[in-house]
């Protein structure tokens, strides 16, 4: 530190021009950063799910869908049938689009000139209005139909995009949005929803980051009451989210919705670094020592605000072993900016302070509310440590009980409130259709084999039975119905080709008058057949509960059958979640322990400041339990900022005591003072963060407003115990150890 | 003189513009290639955009007359061999072999693809039964060493092409390609002919490759057997030798 400061003061103006010029090299990178939801960015890419899932892209085309449904009184009317009809033409031509499937082109099968024939089921939109209900009657007592491409009661109909695996279908989804105007017609899906939160994420971050800006510069101006005060940290943290945002830009990562927060949390956490070395230099400078000041400020709490910072970087760092790929880049990259901010406070602000001349604070801090708070808290806290363990440690155990109800949460839908119209359009679909998420079980085998095809058929009826999909759709509905169209349309013939050979010629028919229609069912060489089913309930534990009872279900037939679709990956990215942080939270708890115990050279330090966080993270936990708020992509990241932030609180409480006490202080005393001279720095420090944080409370999206609330809740519950717990730990220990001479523990401040 | 040699150089150019004029060259292509009836044995291999690919095998009897009469019959792959389709006139009958009887079909659905390859019905029927003189207007637009390039445009607008290029070798007049035009007028698919060879004295491509440009699927034909003018005995073309499957 004494070289670092050395360094400083004798050449501020090199650091100055340097940083500048090097915020102004990132300012350009950040410029090529672009924004991504896909889902499929959230795994590596040999993950053996998302490897299942572009294999049946690869066999049988998209398994991807965009759907748009339309509402109105009477779905057969000429009006809405033209409309739909419009739509299906429209949509179709949208270069990314494969197919459309709708009431106006689902194919029919009739037997007709090459054999049979796939014609339209709607040949030309009804004259007149007995010709509407006819259509009406035909189609809705058709399962084929009804429940798929018209709602059962006529009111609504579905058009089901398919979308071609080699575009980018969140692209694909924005120009579908724009090509549908309409009112009553609704788009949703895993791509729309995807490209609504990209465009939403954007606004949402211009509009959250002005605000936190604000917050953060009136806290710091309540701070300090002056302008450099507020000034210095803010440029902290504006040139660490230029060099992060510059950082991702030049190495070509993109913005997803996990990482779209880091700007906030880099504005939030950047700026304490320079506080702290702020307010020291302000209590060095008003001490009369102005020209030495920068180089006592270093000295003094340079290596607290090391120890904070590395803390902080280690909590981000630690999500690096995350499986899910973006958590690893938002690790890295927020680590990266953390260090940026870390790295400017001890360095450009002492700069800066050496150049200009800043004026500081008078010498009339010790009165006022907080420090009289202060004080009765040290006093509280040294007189009956006992008491304020006991309660502190019931509150943090209260809470940490709910840890077991911890659900989560990979489903992008509840990116969106109720009562958006996405969330809307996806609940419309879900009741008066099946759902807009497929389930994709891929059978292997000979599939025209009267034996294979009739284990498929159980398979569907078995999955059906279970009221967790929509009717699923295989080759053997296709083939029942060319059954019976062949047979003069007799419903008695709606069954499985008696042989191999004659479900061959009727395929050979079909793929004679279409020779696409088949490829969505089944592959070229008949080895394996898809089976696809809408999915009803896509939250985590509807997913669970489908893929428990389909593995059941698979395992009791022969033959292998694998299981893939959107759902899947979902349920992959839950299970992934959970892993990682599990691990990440260890990792950054080790992490906190060793960097501690190395700066502060104190095992107890360490060992009480990792202890604290470990107990604060555990109630962040149990509080979102009993809260039943979820784990998702967003609110995930609270632990490893739970831990990195966190700690810092404990870690300047224990500097200030190791400070008085080399100072010659008893432990006790130390204690009262540790908590005296760093508790308004601790405070100022947690209610910066909180305020940020809570910045996230004006989110459009949900699992934002929880993951501001919960960092919230961790810091203040880490800054409280620091103040309380941590002191009345230390206290309480040195009062069990035998000691030499009797202290007045009622030290004042 | 000078007047006569004027008049014999017009002749000249006449004459010689007569011998390759783009109508004229069509109408010997269109003998070259036409039969009044004919057995072919062929196989058709079907490659989808992805690379995949399925082969099968038919045999097929024409002849043309007041009525024309086609017959179809699969011979390969196995579980589809026997199936056939009948048609005399606008009358169709398919036969499936594992259902056991024909069934009449009513109508006729002339625009789709022919057997599900990339050709079709029309493309099949231009490039035998009906030759392309009756459809189109030809212009010849380059003679070149081995080949004319014409420039075909359809006589009437049922057609589902704008136009067609097509190189014609000089010396067997057989389409050596031809491009099909949409009516938007970008290419659409392309047909290149190859494996020549001499059938009862007439000249014949021996393989057909058919390419969808905008599918990205390609047919492939080769002709395992070629009969000009055979004799096809009328019950060829009943319900009861379609029954009879192979």
Redesign the interface.
């Known amino acids: 530190m004494l070289a670092l400061s050395r360094f400083i003061t004798r050449r501020p103006l090199a650091i100055l021009i340097t940083v500048l010029s090097l915020t102004i090299l990132f300012a350009l990178g950040a410029r090529k950063v672009t924004m991504t939801t896909d889902i499929r960015d959230f795994f590596p890419r040999d993950h053996p799910e998302v490897k299942a899932y572009d294999a049946i892209a690869d066999a049988f085309g998209g398994t991807e869908y965009i759907m748009v449904a339309t509402e109105g009184e009477d779905v057969f009317q000429q009006e809405s049938l033209a409309l739909i009809q419009s739509l299906t033409e429209r949509l179709a031509a949208i270069p990314g689009v494969d197919r459309v499937r709708s009431l106006t082109n689902v194919e029919e099968v009739k037997g007709t000139a090459w054999g049979i024939e796939l014609s339209l089921l709607l040949d030309a939109l009804p004259q007149d209005e007995e010709e509407a209900a006819r259509l009406r009657r035909r189609v809705l007592e058709d399962d084929f139909y009804a429940g798929s491409v018209v709602s059962r009661d006529g009111r609504l109909s579905l058009l089901a995009l398919e979308l071609d695996p080699q575009e980018n279908a969140v692209e694909v989804a924005a120009k579908v949005l724009e090509a549908i105007d309409e009112d009553g017609v609704y788009a949703t899906g895993t791509p729309v929803l995807n490209s609504l939160l990209a465009k939403s994420m954007k606004e949402d971050l211009i509009r959250l980051i002005p605000l936190v800006v604000l917050l953060i510069a009136l806290v710091l101006y309540l701070y300090f009451h002056n302008l450099w005060g507020v000034l210095l940290p803010f440029l902290t943290v504006i040139i660490s989210t230029i060099w992060t945002l510059g950082a991702m830009g030049l190495s070509g990562r993109q913005m997803t919705p996990l990482n779209s927060v880091m700007p906030v949390i880099l504005i939030t956490l950047g700026n304490a670094y320079g506080i702290h070395i702020l307010s020291r230099f302000d209590d060095e400078a008003s001490r009369g020592q102005r020209d030495r000041a920068v180089e006592q400020t270093l000295l003094a709490v340079g290596r607290a605000v090391l120890m904070a910072g590395t803390t902080t970087i280690a909590g981000f760092l630690s999500n690096c072993t995350s499986s899910i790929v973006q958590m690893r880049e938002f690790g890295f990259f927020t680590a990266f900016g953390i260090a940026v901010a870390l790295g400017i406070s001890l360095i450009f602000i002492p700069a800066v302070l050496s150049c200009v001349q800043v004026p500081s604070k008078e010498a009339s801090r010790e009165s006022g509310a907080l420090p009289n708070i202060l004080r009765r808290v040290a006093r509280l806290t040294a007189a009956s440590p006992g008491k304020v363990i006991i309660v502190t440690l019931l509150a943090a155990g209260i809470l940490a009980l709910g840890a077991p109800r911890l659900t989560t949460n990979s489903n992008l839908f509840s990116f969106f409130d109720y009562d958006t119209e996405p969330r809307m359009a996806y609940e419309l679909v879900k009741k008066s259709f099946s759902g807009s998420e497929s389930l994709e079980l891929v059978v292997e085998g000979d599939i025209l084999e009267p034996k294979v095809l009739r284990s498929i058929e159980s398979l569907q009826d078995e999955l059906e039975a279970t009221g967790l999909t929509g009717k699923p759709i295989s080759i053997v509905d296709v083939l029942k119905r060319v059954n019976m169209a062949l047979n003069d349309g007799d419903p008695a013939y709606k069954a499985i080709p008696a042989s191999r050979e004659l479900a061959a010629q009727y395929l050979l028919l079909l793929e004679m008058s279409d020779p696409d229609f088949l490829t969505r069912f089944i592959t070229v060489d008949y080895s394996q057949a898809r089976i696809q089913a809408m999915v009803k309930d896509t939250s985590p534990a509807g997913l669970a509960n489908l893929f428990a009872q389909v593995d059941a279900l698979t395992a009791d037939h022969r033959g292998k059958i694998a299981t893939t679709g959107m759902v899947k990956l979902l349920d992959a990215l839950a299970a992934m979640i959970i892993r990682g942080q599990i691990t990440s939270l260890i990792l950054g708890l080790i992490a906190v322990f060793l960097l501690v115990r190395w700066l502060t050279d104190s095992w107890e330090g360490s060992l009480l400041s990792t202890l604290l966080i470990a107990l604060s993270t555990a109630a962040t936990f149990g509080f979102m339990g009993w809260m039943g708020i979820a784990l998702d992509m967003v609110t995930v990241l609270i632990s490893s900022i739970g831990i990195g932030v966190g700690v810092d609180y404990s870690v300047h409480l224990y500097s200030g005591y190791q400070e008085a006490r080399t100072k010659g202080k008893e432990p006790a005393d130390a204690v009262t003072a540790a908590i005296c001279q760093r508790g308004k720095a601790i405070i100022g420090n947690a209610a910066a963060v909180i305020g940020g944080f809570l910045i996230f409370l004006f989110s459009s999206f949900p699992p934002l407003r929880y993951f501001g609330s919960l960092v919230s809740f961790t810091m203040f519950f880490a800054a409280s115990l620091s103040l309380t717990l941590l002191p009345a730990l230390i206290a309480a220990g040195h009062r069990m150890r035998p000691r030499t001479e009797e202290t007045d523990q009622q030290t004042n401040c | 003189m000078k007047r006569l040699f004027v008049f014999g150089l017009l002749l000249l150019l006449a004459s010689s513009n007569a011998g390759a004029s783009g109508d004229g060259i069509l109408a010997r292509l269109d003998e070259t290639m036409q039969s009044s009836s004919r057995e072919v044995v062929q196989q058709m291999t079907?490659i989808?955009a992805?690379g995949?690919?399925?082969t099968?095998q038919i045999q097929m009897w024409s002849s043309r007359g007041e009525t024309d009469r086609m017959l179809v019959r699969?011979l390969a792959?196995a579980?589809?061999a026997g199936?056939g389709?009948l048609s005399v006139g606008d009358d169709?009958w398919?036969y499936?072999?594992?259902?056991g009887r024909v069934?009449r079909?009513?109508?006729?659905?002339k625009k789709?693809?022919f057997?599900?390859?990339d050709l079709s019905y029309e493309d099949m029927e231009e490039l035998g039964r009906t030759g392309f003189a009756a459809g189109y207007r030809s212009e010849l637009i380059r003679t070149e060493k081995e080949s004319y390039l014409l420039r075909l445009t359809p006589r009437g607008q049922d057609r589902g092409y704008r136009h067609l290029e097509m190189q014609v070798c000089r010396e067997r007049f057989l389409p050596l390609r031809i491009e099909y035009y949409a009516p938007d007028g970008s290419l659409a698919k392309v047909l290149t002919t190859m494996a020549f060879t001499e059938v009862q004295g007439r000249p014949t491509a021996g393989k057909l490759v058919m390419e969808d440009v905008v599918?990205g699927?390609k047919t492939i034909l080769e002709q395992l057997k070629v009969d000009f003018e055979p004799d096809i005995d009328d019950d060829i073309f009943s319900t009861r030798y379609l029954e009879r499957g192979r």
Not at chain 2, 96 to 99: F, G, K, N, S
Not at chain 2, 105 to 109: E, L, P, R, T
């Open positions: 079907l989808n992805k995949q690919e399925r099968r699969f792959p579980d589809v199936t389709l169709m398919l499936l072999p594992a259902l069934r079909i009513a109508g006729h659905a789709g693809s057997m599900g390859t599918k699927s």
